[in-house]
């Protein structure tokens, strides 16, 4: 096994466009995106939303992948629906095909989850991985996330998965 650095996260910021869109095209990307998936990257980037950010990790100074992290009650597009209050959903990916299975995703949702359970009104966090993504549902359960139920979401067949403060 390779010798793991430490991640950090710094917020994306419009400089990252280009990095953004390369990434987007990346067939491991694209396969665990969905159809209704697409960034409008230029947008979102100077969006200043309060209730969605998105995180760029790195590794050093190279950057590996992105996180966005939104309040999915009060969050913009409503993606989620009538969901609770003091939730956190979440989307990863990592865009480097060669920083893949590396345990970089492992690290990079450690982090993310105590920075959601940092603030204490959060009581638990969703996401929604493809039902075809069976390597990220094994990830996520492995990290603690269980089985909530199957959704759709426009055309992409999901699974919710949940977890909750401990
Ligand atoms: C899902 C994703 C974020 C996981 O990140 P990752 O860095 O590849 O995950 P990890 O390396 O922590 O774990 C993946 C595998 O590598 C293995 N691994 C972890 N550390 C390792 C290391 N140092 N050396 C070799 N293998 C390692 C893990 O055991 C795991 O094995 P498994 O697939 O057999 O269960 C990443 O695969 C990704 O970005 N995929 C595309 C986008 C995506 O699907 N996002 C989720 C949408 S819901």
Known sequence: MEMQKTVHFRNATIEDLDLLKRWDEQPHVINSGGADDDYEW????????PY????????????????????????????WGDVEPNLRAI??????????????GTQ???LVIERCFAEPN???????????????I???KRLGFEFVEYRTFGKDECIVMRLERI
């Open 42 to 49: 230029e947008q979102e980037l100077v969006k200043n939303s």
């Open 52 to 79: 969605s950010e998105f995180l760029i990790a790195q590794v050093g100074e190279q950057p590996i992948g992105v996180i966005q992290i939104i309040d999915p009650k009060n969050e913009e597009t409503h993606y």
């Open 91 to 104: 989307d990863i990916w990592i865009g480097e095909p060669d920083m893949l299975n590396k345990g970089y």
């Open 108 to 110: 990079m949702m450690k």
């Open 122 to 136: 959060v009581t638990a966090i969703i996401i929604d991985p493809l039902v075809s993504n069976k390597d990220a």
């Open 138 to 140: 094994r990830f996520y």
